[in-house]
């Protein structure tokens, strides 16, 4: 157990700028014991032939070369080739601390948990990171627990990166391909295997937040992915668990006002959809002022998007002028 081997799962697209940054994030981790596979989903620059120059350096790195199937169908392809007891994915613009995958498998080891959690450091174009609230500590949960406050930026978050799972939870998951925000239909299924999950607050996964990547892309009938899995999140955990996760309601509706905040940003206006989310909002605005996930602020924002629409797009407008990429 002490030396269980890790696969790292790295897919690989129109990122030449940025994979070497992330590869040698991989190669110098102080935990040795790793099958790393770099996926070329027809990447058209040079990173299919850099990745084989990193196999031909280091005997634990594997390429796959294919024809582009999207994040979700390179993540999938390799792992139906891993053979490590454990597997993280690291998206191929970010890059590790050096000791990640060492601290996440201890912390697996030591509290007999499926699941470890690194908080995601996001860092800017222009040179801004995000901040950390809770100092470095540690939290074991219940997958209960977990599920209540894993679609909350402060806590787990739907990432798919960042965190080590044991390779079992993968048995009967995969990502959906061919769907944009794939990590919203796949995060919770993980979780919901899990008797232990362990949340480290230290910071040692950096993510990368850049115009162009999903996140930032405009606004298309693709978007409405986003929507859809949140409605899917909050559908299965809610009739599974009910009350067991009672901010499950508020993070449906923080996530569906992200939704709507895209909309915003695109121009694009869905009067029917919007009413249906505000209409969800008042229904629930208990559960939001006695969330513990959120800030005073974020509740204001909330409440204010529930009853003031108008007030709330030129508060969102004034937003977006100081966060451009946020």
Known sequence: MKNALI????????????LDE?????LKQTYSNLEIILVDDGSPDRCGE??????????????????????SGARNSAIDIATGEYITFVDSDDYLKEDMIEA????????????AVTVLESFFEDGTKSTNPHGGKIFVYTKEKALDCFLFNDYL???????????????SVRCPEGKLFEDQFTTYKLIDQCKKIVFDTTPRYYYRKRVGSIGHSSFSKRTYDLNDAIHEEYDYIHSKYGEKVPNIATARITWEVV????????????I???????????KNMGKIWNCEYISKVRK???SLFAWSFPVYVLFYHIYKKKHPVA
């Open 7 to 18: 696969t790292v799962v790295v897919p690989i697209y129109k990122v030449e700028a940025y």
């Open 22 to 26: 992330c590869v040698q994030s991989i």
């Open 50 to 71: 850099m990745c084989e120059i990193y196999a031909e350096k280091d005997a634990r790195v594997k390429v796959i070369h294919q024809k582009n199937k999207g994040l």
């Open 104 to 115: 996440l498998y201890n912390e697996i080891i030591q509290y007999g948990a499926e699941m």
């Open 157 to 171: 978050t739907p990432c798919v990166c960042g965190k080590l799972y044991s390779i079992s939870l993968w048995k």
């Open 259 to 270: 939704f709507i905040n895209m909309m915003i940003v695109a121009g694009y206006e869905d």
């Open 272 to 282: 029917s959809t919007r009413k249906e989310v505000q209409k969800f909002a008042k």
């Open 300 to 302: 204001i924002q909330l």
